[in-house]
C-alpha cells in the first residue's frame, strides 16, 4: 500500500493533513487525539512501517482493511510480510 492510499483511508477514518513538510504528510484525528506522520509516496510501503503508522494513527489493521474494502491481508498489503502477519494481528486470507 502506498504512502496516498494509506492517507486517504486515515482520512476516511476521521483524520485530516494538518500540515505537510517536503513528502511528509501529518494527520491528525480529533476522535482519538493522535496525530500520525508519514511519507507521502506512490511506493509500496512495508507492513512494518503500515504497523507503526497505524499505532500512531489509531485505526486498527481490521479498520483499515475494511476502509480499503479489502477482503484479505494480502490484498490490502500486495503481499504479506513472512510471518504472515499485519502488525502483530494475523494476517487473514480469504
Known amino acids: 500500500m502506498s504512502g496516498r492510499k494509506l492517507a486517504g483511508a486515515l482520512e476516511k477514518a476521521g483524520s485530516e493533513v494538518t500540515r505537510v513538510v517536503g513528502d511528509h504528510a501529518f494527520m491528525y484525528n480529533a476522535q482519538t487525539d493522535r496525530t500520525a506522520t508519514f511519507v507521502l ?6 507492513a512494518g512501517l503500515i504497523s507503526g503508522i497505524l499505532r500512531q494513527a489509531g485505526p486498527t489493521a481490521e479498520d483499515l482493511r475494511r476502509l480499503l ?7 490490502l498489503m ?3 510480510s513472512a510471518t504472515g502477519r499485519l502488525g502483530g494481528v494475523p ?3 480469504s
Open 78 to 80: 500486495e503481499g504479506e
Open 91 to 93: 494476517a487473514v486470507v
Open 69 to 75: 474494502g479489502a477482503k484479505s491481508t494480502v490484498a
Open 41 to 46: 509516496t506512490s511506493k509500496a510501503l512495508s
